[in-house]
């Protein structure tokens, strides 16, 4: 039987995390243009630097081991101290740095970690000749096209200019020997149903688990 995976994202619009999104916001004044800027962090790599990360609690919001955010484009969460404990456990992940923070809130400060994923390896992993690929302009889909590489996949997507999108609809990997990755070609995180169960079973907040069709395993750990 085939793995079952799940997104791995903060939840938003809960009575759990409150109604207001993003559930934090950047400090004002805080300086976009600054070489440690935030919005010099990249997906590609993991930062070399310290980022300078100045958020507070938003309004509304309520706090939780997983926050939304919408300043830091990159894969990575927002995660409380004893979620980011608990993610450190995991053996089976694809590399990651941990960046500590003060949380800005209305009873204080209170510290928080951006956890960054990178996976520049991943696309080895996909069955490109398997995966379902497809066309997309401005949100219509314009039909499949076929991809025998990830070199191919750049190839056409050139060929192809910017308003006509390749996307990978579902992903078939020839192995999957991770518990938490980065999703190669799409971005964002999934993670295995063992570390599902063990979050549920830790009962922490904030996080959104919905079973995803989008990957599809080959041969499994």
């Known amino acids: 039987m085939n793995e079952k995976y799940y997104t791995f ?4 619009d809960s009575v759990e995390t409150g109604h207001n999104y993003p559930a934090i916001e950047t400090k004002e004044g805080y300086d976009f243009q600054a070489l440690d800027s935030v919005h010099n962090i990249k997906s590609n790599e993991l930062p070399a630097f310290q980022p300078n990360i100045k958020f507070r609690l938003a309004s509304g919001s309520l706090l939780c081991d997983m926050l939304s955010q ?3 484009s990159a894969n990575g969460i927002i995660a409380s101290k004893n979620l980011t404990e608990y993610l450190k456990s995991i053996s089976t992940t694809v590399p990651y740095k941990i960046f500590s923070f003060e949380l800005e809130t209305t009873r204080g400060m209170v510290e928080y970690n951006w956890i960054q994923y990178v996976w520049l390896e991943g696309t080895n992993f996909v069955d490109f000749e398997n995966t379902e690929f497809r066309i997309n302009e401005f949100g219509n889909d314009l039909g499949p096209i ?5 070199q191919e996949k750049l190839k056409k997507q050139t060929e192809l200019g910017f308003t006509k ?5 579902t992903i078939v990997m020839k192995s999957i020997n991770f518990d938490l990755m980065v999703l190669p070609l799409n971005g964002g995180l999934i993670i295995s149903d063992k570390i599902k169960k063990e979050i549920m079973d830790y009962s922490f907040t904030g996080i959104e688990l919905m079973e995803t ?4 395993a080959g041969n499994t750990m």
């Open 213 to 216: 069709k989008r990957v599809k």
């Open 146 to 150: 076929s991809i025998s590489s990830y």
């Open 70 to 72: 919408a300043t830091i």
């Open 9 to 12: 994202k903060a939840k938003i």
């Open 165 to 169: 999108m390749i996307y990978a609809k």
